[in-house]
């Protein structure tokens, strides 16, 4: 006999009263089977539950043999249950003792049943136990006696989900206990353990069940509506109004929000008396379900973009958009997220941040950056970790290894609580090496600065022993802002780094944004090559109000004080005259309002252009110092992207074609007795800055992080007897000298 339209809600109406009963949980499963079964007119009604051996266990039956309960237990894939369990999907039988797959248990009394119907009780795409009714004769069950049971399942599923009728035994998708171990991309080297925080929380679906239907229609209306509307705002912005990861990922998302597949499937789950917020997870389990079991990659791939989606929306209905950085973190905090920008993580306490993990994202992205000035453990491209981890798991980030282990066993703990004991034992001797002079034993003096971009970047000055700043990078600050920095606040952050320098150098590097250095509040054309785009140096010609208002502010911080400032990405002689007359201007417009001077202002050129290689002649002498860049200058030797996962690892950079254009730039430096610098990521690597070395860099730019390890390299080189070595190996026809410079660093004794 069919239910009645309105049967799905009264059957949820009586749930509620059964759910809010003090009494144990068997008692109220008990309550359940019974109350489905008459609401369903059925002669039975069984709930099995899946075990950590994957069994699925009768939990409750109000039809069968009481003593079956607990004692019947069904191989994985055996019987119709095993059989809907499998395929996470509804399934009915009109007569399924006919079905190839019915399995006879004589424990429970089923076989007088013919007529079967059940349903998979998902959490998160996964089944976690299977509902099934049954009768004696044989019938076909209605689309809404089978949603009725649906929405039962899903209503159980959020239940078990939150331990309220949940036993120890029971293994659902919502507790995971099984260790995990992921790999990843290292984007700032360290270790960690601590437990997981979601950078955007999950909210717990605690109100299932609707009071007024009507008015979760409204709510989930003006939900969709709200999600929809932000989506296309920030496809509109400027940082997100150009190719990239970041904007696939928002198309996937607003491809999804307006689906009408998707709306239609919410309304429905309404109609069944669920609460918006139970909807929106209603429909996420049945899809995930679905596309789990796809075996296109592609449609997997994009469970993704469902969670992330329901995620949103499930926040929105809660009625906040907060990252975790807003609430209380443990002490060991390891935040795990999609992707995250360089700002979102200055959010949070650092006191109580251990290490980041990241699905999306490359080395050189700013939040890597960032990281690394904070000095915690991170990895990127950590791929389908959300969907695996849950708040409060405990967790190691390996960010040296390339590896994350989510839920460790005891002997994994051990194994890592022993290596950062030796990380601390390591960074103590490095740090008795603060106030070394690094030279190397054929007594080559190698100045040793540090890269910054942030104020607290400036206490590693003192901690890392650093000869200066040889690379700040002033567009971060830029970026964390909601604005764009007035004149006021440029020059006070410019005046406070060199104050906190005191007599060291510090080497500004002008605005370097665009490619993937974008500012929220600066609308961009979108283009196919951001990278080798409109950015940097040419867009500070394009506007030269912004490059002006910053060079004012430079000037006037350092008044009475050496100047340098270095410009990025200058590709022709052209360029840096431009920039130098602009310089020039506003250093006279200072001279002409009385205002105090710098004391020395040098202006350097940025080599990461190949074609400036083939104008060094033409462009040293007209600079006071250079600086090469190595991260642009060997993507766009080789044509590769250095943030794409796919095509970063294809180059190495110690192929002899890299080596060999810097032994050209250290030649040409000398010819025209021209300070240079190397501010690179290679720099802050042992076995690449050893080479950097044997090619006749003198002075070299890192992290702070490295500053440590590669003094010990210094300390330990003999760059004469690298430089007669490196004379053969550049005329390798080798893809790499790695193994030849790690072959030499074993001989010699270097520490690499």
Not at 252 to 268: K, N, Q, S
Not at 339 to 359: F, N, P, S
Not at 639 to 660: C, G, I, Q, T, Y
């Amino acid at each position: 006999m069919p239910t009645s339209v309105g049967a799905p809600r009264q059957l949820l109406r009586r749930l509620r009263e059964v759910m809010a009963q003090r009494e144990s949980a068997q008692i109220r499963l008990d309550r359940v089977v019974v109350l489905i079964a008459s609401n369903m007119v059925a002669e039975v009604c069984s709930l099995y539950l899946r075990r950590r051996d994957d069994s699925l266990e009768l939990f409750a039956t109000e039809g069968l043999n009481p003593e079956s309960v607990h004692n019947t237990h069904l191989r994985p894939g055996e019987g119709l249950v095993g059989l809907i369990a499998e395929q996470a999907e509804p399934m009915q039988f009109p007569d399924a003792q006919h079905h190839p797959a019915f399995s006879y248990r004589p424990e429970t009394g089923e076989e007088i049943y013919h007529s079967f119907v059940g349903v998979p009780v998902l959490r998160g795409g996964h089944t976690i136990g299977v509902l099934t009714v049954q009768n004696r004769t044989q019938r076909t069950y209605s689309d809404e006696e089978i949603e009725a049971l649906q929405t039962t399942a899903m209503v159980l599923a959020e239940m078990i989900a939150s331990g309220g009728l949940m036993t120890e035994e029971v293994s659902a998708e919502g507790r995971r206990e099984v260790a995990a171990r992921f790999t990843g991309l290292p984007i700032s080297e360290g270790v960690a353990l601590g437990h997981v925080v979601l950078h955007e929380p999950r909210i717990v679906v605690t109100r299932l069940i609707a009071e007024d239907v009507e008015l979760e229609q409204r709510r989930l209306s003006q939900a969709i509506e709200e999600l929809t509307g932000t989506i296309d705002t920030m496809m509109e912005r400027g940082d997100m109004a150009r190719a990239g990861e970041h904007r696939e990922v928002l198309e996937a998302f607003r491809m999804f929000a307006h689906d009408h597949g998707w709306r239609r499937r919410l309304d429905e789950a309404l109609l069944t008396g669920l609460t918006a917020e139970a909807a929106v997870q209603r429909v996420r389990n049945d899809t995930r379900a679905r596309m789990l079991r796809m075996p296109d990659p592609y449609a997997r791939d994009r469970l993704h973009d469902i969670d992330d989606l329901s995620n949103r929306m499930l926040r929105i209905l809660a009625g906040g958009m907060g990252t975790a950085a807003t609430g209380t973190l443990p002490q060991d905090a390891i935040v795990i997220a999609r992707t995250m920008g360089a700002a979102e993580l200055l959010d949070y306490d650092r006191q109580r941040l251990r290490g980041l993990v990241l699905e999306e994202g490359g080395s050189a992205s700013h939040v890597a950056i960032v990281a690394r000035a904070l000095g915690i453990a991170a990895l990127s491209q950590v791929k389908g970790v959300l969907e695996t981890v849950e708040p409060g798991d405990a967790a190691i980030v390996d960010a040296e290894g390339g590896e994350l282990h989510v839920r460790p066993t005891q002997e994994v703990v051990s194994a890592y609580a022993d290596k950062v004991r030796f990380r601390a034992r390591r960074q103590a001797q490095y740090a008795a090496l603060r106030n070394v002079p690094p030279v190397t034993l054929d007594g080559e003096r190698v100045a040793m600065h540090i890269n910054a971009g942030l104020l607290f970047d400036l206490p590693h000055l003192d901690q890392s022993g650093a000869d200066g700043i040889g690379l700040f990078r002033t567009e971060l600050q830029f970026m964390i802002s909601a604005t764009f920095p007035r004149l006021e606040q440029q020059t006070r952050l410019y005046k406070s780094i060199l104050d906190a320098a005191g007599d060291r150098p510090v080497v500004f590097r002008s605005l370097d944004v665009g490619g993937d250095k974008v500012l929220p509040y600066f609308r961009a054309d979108k283009e196919e090559n951001p990278a080798i785009g409109w950015r940097a140096i040419r867009m500070a010609l394009d506007r030269p109000a912004l490059f002006r208002t910053q060079v004012r502010a430079l000037l006037r911080a350092a008044q009475g004080r050496e100047l340098r400032l270095m410009l990025p990405m200058i590709a022709d002689k052209s360029e840096f005259e431009a920039a130098r007359n602009l310089i020039d201007r506003e250093l006279t417009i200072l001279k002409r309002h009385g205002r105090p001077e710098p004391k020395r202002l040098m202006v350097g050129a940025m080599i990461e252009v190949p074609a400036l290689l083939w104008q060094l002649d033409r462009v040293l002498p007209l600079a006071d110092f250079a600086s090469v860049g190595s991260n642009d200058l060997i993507q766009f030797l080789f044509a590769a992207d250095r943030s794409n996962a796919r095509v970063s690892e294809r180059f190495d950079s110690l192929n002899p074609s890299v080596l060999k254009a810097l032994r050209q730039v250290v030649e040409a430096a000398a010819r025209h007795n021209v300070p240079l610098n190397l501010c690179g990521e290679m720099a802050g690597r042992p076995l690449e800055a050893m080479a950097l070395i044997g090619l006749g860099f003198r002075s070299i730019s890192m992290a702070p992080a490295s500053m440590g390890p590669v003094k010990a390299m210094i300390l330990s080189l003999d760059a004469g007897a690298l430089h007669e070595r490196l004379d053969t190996l550049l005329g390798s026809e080798k893809a790499s000298l790695r193994e030849d410079l790690k072959q030499f660093a074993a001989e010699k004794g270097v520490q690499i």
